[in-house]
């Protein structure tokens, strides 16, 4: 059907023992497999996930401050992290980017601190607005915590010396000197964005066997878990993909 990425997300994908399996499994199948992970048990996995098939990899960090992270994320594991991304880095994964969702008043004066981080460790930066669905865009707790990365990009784009662009989905890819280093910069910016999701090839199978062609809007979701229980013939899965692919419209338009 034209699949040629996987990415394996969660949840905690890293929770799984047999993540190795998986990734071994899914790599023989597609030219690239990655994972999008908090990092909590990635300096033990890191290299056994590399030697199964895994080419690239996603760590949530939010903040380089331990408390300011436990209070963000409920759990004291900063070192944790920050050792799994070490880590994956030296396993060979490639890229490795650095997922830091921005938030007023929480994190966002740490952005060139985090850029300096990335440039030492040699993991890319993801620069990430703080997202909701529609409903929730209009709350209090979205107000409060939405930090836009409008102005940050703009500086960014006057302060690199080289920009490329990330085809899958384009958006810049900012090369920015850094601590005496370079270090590579990514900005999405997903709310009211119809460039974000007019470029979306992206489907989603979730973890009660369903295919997601958007991940906001449940309405275009095509249940495969079933058929396949029932012994679903290949053509019958084809035509359940095919569907759920044609359910795919822009949320943001």
């Not at 703009?154 to 690199?160: D, G, N, Q, T």
Request: aromatic share 6%.
């Amino acid at each position: 059907m034209g699949v040629r990425k996987v990415k394996i997300t969660g949840g905690e994908p890293l929770l799984r023992e047999d993540l190795p399996e998986i990734v071994s499994k899914i790599s023989r199948l597609v030219n690239e497999v990655s994972l999008t992970t908090n990092g909590s048990r990635l300096s033990d996995l890191a290299l056994s996930l590399k030697e199964a098939g895994l080419r690239r990899v996603n760590v949530s960090l939010h903040t380089l401050d331990p408390v300011l992270y436990k209070s963000l994320c409920g759990v004291d594991m900063y070192s944790r992290a920050v050792d799994g991304i070490h880590s994956a880095v030296r396993a060979g994964l490639s890229p490795v980017k650095v997922n830091m969702v921005v938030l007023k008043g929480e994190n966002e004066r740490e952005i060139e601190a985090m850029m300096a981080f990335c440039g030492e460790a040699g993991a890319v930066l993801q620069l990430i607005e703080y997202a909701a669905d529609k409903q929730d865009a209009s709350g209090c707790q979205f107000k409060e915590r939405f930090y836009p990365l409008r102005d940050v990009e703009e500086w960014l784009a006057r302060s690199s010396i080289e920009t490329s662009l990330n085809e899958l989905h384009r958006r810049r890819r900012y090369s920015i000197k850094a601590n005496g280093g370079i270090v590579s910069v990514e900005v999405v910016r997903p709310m009211h964005n119809t460039e974000f999701c007019s470029n979306c090839t992206r489907i989603r199978m979730s973890s009660d066997g369903r295919l997601k062609p958007c991940l906001l809007d449940p309405s275009g979701t095509i249940d495969v878990l079933s058929p396949l229980r029932e012994g679903a013939s290949d053509a019958e899965l084809r035509s359940l993909f095919i569907k759920a692919v044609g359910n795919r419209k822009p949320y943001w338009s």
